[in-house]
T-cell receptor
Framework: KQEVTQIPAALSVPEGENLVLNCSFT??????LQWFRQDPGKGLTSLLL?????REQTSGRLNASLDKSSGRSTLYIAASQPGDSATYLC??????????????FGSGTQLTVLP | SAVISQKPSRDICQRGTSLTIQCQVD?????MFWYRQQPGQSLTLIAT?????????ESGFVIDKFPISRPNLTFSTLTVSNMSPEDSSIYLC?????????FGSGTRLTVV
C-alpha cells in the first residue's frame, strides 16, 4: 500500500526566502505526482503535475522535481511571499488496477511566510 | 481545465440530521470522487461515483452513511446522514482532468 510522507509538517520563513518542501513515497510504481495548495477551510488548487517519466516541472516561482527511483519529490518556492502561506499537499497516483485513478495524499506542509 | 462548483461552501448542522453536498462540473466526466478531510488530517477517499451505476465505497465508508447520487455526467451529490460531531470535516469532490485531478472548493461541515 502506497504511503506518502511530507516533511516538515510546518514551516515558517521570512518573506523573500527560497524554500523547499519534501514529499516521499514508498512505492515507486507511480503514474504521476501532483502538488496542490490548500488555503484554510478551502478546496485544493493544483500547482504542478509531474509525470513518472519526467524529472521536473516549473511554473513561475515554483519548481517541482521527481526522483521516482528514490521515492522523492521536492517543491521549490523561490522568493517567497506572504500570499504563499497555505498548506501544500503532494499526491501520488498509482498504476495498479483498482487504484489506477486514485490518489494517495501526504499529510501536508503548512507554510507561513512572514512579512 | 474543468471547473467544479461545489455547494454549500459551509454549514453548521445539528446532530442526527443529514446534509446533501452538490458538485456540478462544466464538462462531462466519467468518474467523480468524494473525499473527506478531517481536522488537521489529509484527504481520504470516500467513494468513486460513476454515472448509471452504484458508487464504489472505500474501506470504512458505507452507503447508508454516505449515499451518493450520479444522475448524469456533470453532476453528483454526497449526503452525510445521521450526523454526529465526528462527521465535522471538509468534504471535497474531484474529477480526473487529463492526467491530473481538479477539486471543488470544498464544503466545511460542523456538526453541533
Amino acid at each position: 500500500k502506497q504511503e506518502v510522507t511530507q516533511i516538515p509538517a510546518a514551516l515558517s520563513v521570512p518573506e523573500g526566502e527560497n524554500l523547499v518542501l519534501n514529499c516521499s513515497f514508498t512505492d515507486s510504481a507511480i503514474y504521476n505526482l501532483q502538488w496542490f495548495r490548500q488555503d484554510p477551510g478551502k478546496g485544493l488548487t493544483s500547482l504542478l503535475l509531474i509525470q513518472s517519466s519526467q524529472r521536473e516541472q516549473t511554473s513561475g516561482r515554483l519548481n517541482a522535481s521527481l526522483d521516482k527511483s528514490s521515492g522523492r519529490s521536492t517543491l521549490y518556492i523561490a522568493a517567497s511571499q506572504p500570499g504563499d502561506s497555505a498548506t501544500y499537499l503532494c499526491a501520488v497516483r498509482g498504476v495498479t488496477s483498482g487504484s489506477a485513478r486514485q490518489l494517495t495524499f501526504g499529510s501536508g506542509t503548512q507554510l507561513t511566510v512572514l512579512p | 481545465s474543468a471547473v467544479i462548483s461545489q455547494k454549500p461552501s459551509r454549514d453548521i448542522c445539528q446532530r442526527g440530521t443529514s446534509l446533501t453536498i452538490q458538485c456540478q462540473v462544466d464538462s462531462q466526466v466519467t468518474m467523480m470522487f468524494w473525499y473527506r478531510q478531517q481536522p488537521g488530517q489529509s484527504l481520504t477517499l470516500i467513494a468513486t461515483a460513476n454515472q448509471g451505476s452504484e458508487a464504489t465505497y472505500e474501506s470504512g465508508f458505507v452507503i447508508d452513511k454516505f449515499p451518493i447520487s450520479r444522475p448524469n455526467l456533470t453532476f453528483s451529490t454526497l449526503t452525510v446522514s445521521n450526523m454526529s460531531p465526528e462527521d465535522s470535516s471538509i468534504y471535497l469532490c474531484s474529477v480526473a482532468q487529463g492526467d491530473g485531478y481538479t477539486f471543488g472548493s470544498g464544503t466545511r461541515l460542523t456538526v453541533v
